[in-house]
């Protein structure tokens, strides 16, 4: 049995662009089960989509299937793709969305802009060409309708995924979301800011684990030490959050307004000297 | 088998409101699948409300019920109603939000106000009056809860429409959503600002089809011949968008922060001269 | 058979939080309902999550899982916790978000801030400590996910309420909604400022009905008399709204707009002298 149907979409809630795809879902595939994972990635921009995805997919059955739709070049001539991997088939446009994913299951960590072979992956890949299974008028500005939801619906009745298209040999990576390591520091990033205004980096706890009593550089402050929640002490924290990376924080309030941090920000984890 | 139950409102999803329709309606029929089609209709939009209506309804199976509740008189004289057509049965205020899906079922195009007979149409309606299938304490203030959330969900358990309510005569039209048409030249408008600052106009691709290389005059702005997709070319852009009408798009940008523009502005599409 | 599982949290819908708590229900129980019941709840504010699900909890099947996240101490000592009530089961932390749903079992109305056993209330509580039915591994920052979202799916399986921890002696109260009574008058605050500018108080319907011919003082304005609905008069109107409260709204426009109306603001209602 499929699992559910997840998308994320830069579409927003305003216009009916989802609500859309869900109606070719469900028109397809009555029995569908659909959740949405994110629709508010900023618009076109594929890096945060790409985190947002990669941060997300693994709480949900192997068995789901995921359409991202972030894609700034549709009806271009960028590829649109179906990918299979242990853990979960992923369906969208070849522009770097699905980059992060793709390194969890054997790509490389390059930086941006890069493509590399599936060969020797845990991943099976598909160009999606086969109209057959596309809304049978194809427009050339909405293929989250036309053509991902439609595939979503038929790969969750069961069509294999040789059906849809030719073997993809190769996929666009996106951002690796890798430090950069210095003697005796590590710089990283602001990658993502949440709701709460907490700031979250890509400095993995990996990282973290090599550097004894951490002194966090963020916007000239200076954090002593990791904190375990929001709540342990007043002011500014830096722990470990729930996605397993350096989060700044604030109690109570919003660390990025305090900052006015911005992505891509740089937050630097020293020893004390 | 009734297919999903399709919300559109003008009650956003900060407050509760949508969550509580869905509580009704599952309460009655815990197996009814659900979904949003849009909740950001500007408040009390009643033109904005039947143009997405319009523009995605036919998307969903034809078994759909959809629920559109944009209802500025709610509580006092409107009508609340239930529409069957070949497409898709329609539960609301009668109000003009479904003016336009009723144009497509056999309705005259005129402009707002108008109230026009069902008969010799594709529609058959009634007035909700039988208070069996309301909540049984009514408010004056939510019938999007109180009457037309139930009246979908017994509708979607199979009660035949005749059961809620007396014939209805006629149906208040909303806007034609048509552009003006003069001597060498079609005066569109703008009638929806998508998430991407996409400008869709009430220029339909029939209309564009009769106008030889057409140049787009918009905000002082003159867009020479139409583009396919938005990343054809570099700055502005004119196109027939995925509704299948003229939008104003700019490449990696939003046209409408670039030009100004906002609901009813003005789109001229004139042959070269 | 589990009635639908209904979230409600403060984590708003830009981040992918509320829809990795869907994943880990379905991977869990994929044949679960999920409804929204509000994330846009304002951060950490336990008062107004609180009022949002005591309003409308009702709504649902009795058979309902609620899964209420507006947490600020999540890590911290705080309790995790799941109530059994006669209209529905809630899980969350115990910060007072359930104090006004206690209120409606049995608790006492008391001022925020208080604790008080469940002796002799409808309500069956148990402390979550079973980490058998949580994440098998626990982040301290998100509960939502790692705590909540598996005991929601693992009730919804069937898993009987004393297998997920001891039972829970007393609950934490939040504020209690109630208005002040002085000779002559009622002395009400705004609790809710809806999407439609409609300001919502914790004047009850059952206080009104104690006043004749009810003059509503609010901003500096005198209100005489109440409406039945917002399409009644033209200008700025008192009624008693959805949630059987005393509601301030203007016709066709916003009343916290026009007043400058704020969360506590008093709305004062008085017998004509």
């Known amino acids: 049995v499929a699992g559910p149907i997840v998308l994320l979409t830069d579409f927003g809630l305003a216009d009916t662009y989802v609500g859309t795809m869900k109606g070719v879902i469900l028109r397809l595939n009555p029995n569908a089960t659909l959740v949405d994972l994110c629709h508010d990635v900023a618009p076109q921009d594929v890096a945060a989509g790409a985190y947002l995805l990669a941060s997300s997919y693994r709480y949900f059955a192997p068995t789901a299937i995921f359409v991202a739709v972030v894609d700034p070049g549709v009806g271009s001539e960028r590829r649109a793709i179906a990918l299979e991997t242990p853990h979960g088939t992923f369906v969208g446009p070849d522009n770097g969305l699905f980059g992060l994913v793709g390194q969890d299951f054997g790509l490389p960590a390059l930086g941006a802009g890069g493509v590399m072979p599936l060969t020797g992956t845990d991943i099976l890949g598909v160009t999606l060409e086969n109209a057959r299974y596309f809304l049978p008028r ?128 740089r937050v630097i984890v020293r020893e004390p000297s």
Chains 1, 2, 3 share one sequence.
């Open 138 to 265: 194809t427009s050339a500005t909405f293929h989250g309708r036309d053509i991902f939801a439609p595939v979503a619906a038929h790969l969750s009745l069961g069509i294999p995924l040789s059906a849809f298209g030719p073997p993809l040999p190769d996929l666009v990576l996106g951002p690796a979301l890798r430090p950069e390591r210095r003697p005796g520091e590590i710089v990283g990033h602001v990658i993502h800011v949440d709701r709460f205004g907490n700031a979250i980096t890509d400095v993995g706890a990996a990282d973290l684990a090599q550097v004894s009593a951490p002194i966090v550089e963020v916007a000239g402050q200076h954090i002593v030490g990791l904190s375990h929640h929001y709540a342990e002490r007043a002011g500014l924290l830096a722990l470990i959050g729930s996605d397993n990376r350096l989060e700044i924080a604030l109690n109570r309030g919003s660390a990025a307004s305090a900052l006015g941090l911005r992505l891509g920000d």
